[in-house]
């Protein structure tokens, strides 16, 4: 009923989408094309897609054979500005997921924050004129063009049965694939749980290829006080999607949410509010759970004695694909022609 009372506002707003696309299609409205090797994560739909999963493995396959910089838009930062990311950089000055992947792969990539991506690309080439530089959701962004633009979009959220904003979650339609150079599927289901050929169906229209991965999660990390055995959980996470964290645990585990919204800033405040509530239910084999997204904002809000008291865990996972050969193939075959 809210999806229909909003689709006339859909309606509008898909209208200015379309005018805005066309004053680029028609350069009235000018794209510069990136100098050199570039890869763009992008989405047509908002949050939760999986972006920095995929640059991160990007990262890791691209990062042996050439020198990778990231730049991000920096969402939910207090500044503004391009910003190198540093180890002394904050959530605040440059976002969570930026900070995020810097400290899981600042030995592999150099990391920037910048809401204008045609500057941030300029101060980034002005220091490494051969580099290959990943935007981290710049899709929409058309002040720039990528050489290579890879967009994702969620396996049970189907792009052909979404709406645009503010009835659904497509920033604009699905056409917006004529850009595209390839499709990713994002957290799949098992993929011998269903036909990867004919869910590839839905994108015929476009002649990019269709490829699908599924996150499979690692065993929990401890980073507080340690439990012997994990029987229940309170998962604790700012996401798009919090709900989607249960496949990470067996069907029998209870699991317990206490979620925010997504890129949330934790206070103090929001760390008493958990202790308690989990104070109010906890058993010696409950466990606080909580995302490396949220944890980069967290942990600096933790005491010593917090973590002494509280059994902390971190939860993480990789990326599994149903032909990684043929993705990394597909990579290859862009980064060794350009």
Not at 34 to 59: E, Q, R
């Amino acid at each position: 009923m809210r999806r229909l009372a909003l689709y006339p506002l859909a309606l509008l707003y898909g209208a200015v989408i379309w005018l805005r696309n066309r004053c680029f299609d028609l350069q009235l409205f000018k794209t510069q094309p990136i100098d050199g090797k570039s890869i763009c994560v992008g989405n047509l739909a908002v949050g939760g897609t999986g972006k920095s999963p995929h640059v991160a493995y990007l990262i890791e396959l691209l990062s042996a054979h050439f020198s990778v910089q990231v730049l991000s838009r920096g969402y939910g930062r207090k500044t503004k500005g391009y910003i190198e990311i540093t180890a002394h950089s904050s959530t605040t000055e440059v976002g969570d997921e930026p900070l995020m992947l810097f400290q899981n792969h600042q030995h592999q990539a150099q990391f920037a924050v910048c809401e204008n991506r045609a500057f941030g690309i300029q101060q980034l080439r002005a220091q490494k004129p051969t580099s290959l530089i990943l935007l981290d959701d710049a899709f929409q962004h058309r002040h720039v063009k990528a050489g290579l633009n890879i967009v994702l979009s969620v396996f049970d959220q189907p792009m052909h049965q979404d709406l645009l904003l503010p009835a659904g979650r497509l920033r604009e339609p699905m056409s917006g694939l004529s850009r595209a150079d390839a499709v990713v599927i994002t957290k799949c289901p098992k993929f011998d749980s269903f036909d990867t050929e004919q869910y590839a169906k839905q994108f015929q229209k476009w002649p990019i290829p269709v490829f699908f991965s599924r996150y499979t999660y690692r065993a929990l990390q401890p980073l507080g006080k340690i439990i012997p055995y994990v029987q229940e959980v309170l998962i604790v996470s700012g996401i798009a999607l919090p709900e989607q964290l249960n496949e990470a645990f067996a069907p029998d585990m209870q699991i317990r949410h206490k979620s925010y919204s997504d890129h949330h800033v934790y206070t103090a405040i929001d760390l008493k509010e958990i202790h308690h509530f989990f104070d109010t239910f906890a058993t010696a084999n409950t466990a606080i759970v909580t995302t490396a997204k949220d944890w980069v904002k967290i942990q600096s809000l933790l005491s010593p004695k917090d973590l002494q008291k509280y059994p902390w865990y971190l939860l993480t996972f990789e990326l599994e694909w149903s032909d990684q050969t043929a993705f990394n193939q597909f990579i290859s075959a862009y980064v060794v022609s350009n």
